[in-house]
């Protein structure tokens, strides 16, 4: 699958999101080791606590469908769904897909005219790692 295609379904997804309170509309395209697509977009609650990001949304989907073996993922949201730049998935969202994903996953930010390319090792330097428990 092609990066703008990746692109073009987390465009998609954000369409889904619930964010009555922030107004930011995220959405999140994951691309498995054999070719499935999760789909996933942020969902908001009124106390803020228990609100879900786009990223994680799709990551728990394929999780919980037994897809470990991710990709790629492409992610973008804007306010009321206006795509106005870059918008690079938070902290704990970075730290979930460095629990299934090695450094050089590639990230691709959707922009007005495109998607800026970028690796988890470059969002998350010094990261700890699944595999840093285990020694």
């Given at each position: 699958m092609?990066p703008e295609?990746l692109?073009?379904l987390a465009?998609?997804a954000m369409?889904?999101?619930?964010?009555p309170?922030?107004g930011f509309?995220?959405?999140?395209a994951?691309?498995?080791?054999d070719?499935?697509?999760?789909?996933g977009?942020?969902i908001e609650n009124a106390s803020?606590?228990?609100?879900?990001c786009?990223?994680?949304?799709?990551f728990?989907?394929?999780?919980?469908?037994g897809?470990r073996?991710?990709?790629a993922?492409?992610?973008?949201g804007?306010?009321d769904g206006?795509?106005t730049g870059?918008?690079?998935?938070?902290g704990?969202?970075?730290?979930?897909?460095?629990?299934?994903?090695?450094?050089?996953?590639p990230?691709y930010?959707v922009?007005p005219?495109?998607?800026?390319a970028?690796?988890?090792?470059?969002?998350l330097p010094?990261?700890?790692s699944?595999?840093?428990?285990?020694?």
């Amino acid at each position: 699958m092609t990066p703008e295609k990746l692109c073009e379904l987390a465009r998609d997804a954000m369409t889904r999101s619930y964010s009555p309170y922030s107004g930011f509309k995220v959405g999140a395209a994951l691309l498995c080791a054999d070719g499935t697509v999760y789909q996933g977009c942020n969902i908001e609650n009124a106390s803020y606590t228990p609100t879900v990001c786009a990223e994680r949304t799709a990551f728990f989907k394929a999780i919980s469908e037994g897809n470990r073996d991710f990709t790629a993922i492409a992610i973008c949201g804007g306010k009321d769904g206006v795509i106005t730049g870059r918008f690079p998935p938070c902290g704990v969202c970075r730290q979930v897909m460095r629990e299934f994903c090695r450094d050089d996953f590639p990230v691709y930010l959707v922009t007005p005219d495109g998607y800026e390319a970028v690796t988890l090792a470059d969002l998350l330097p010094y990261s700890f790692s699944a595999e840093a428990c285990m020694q």
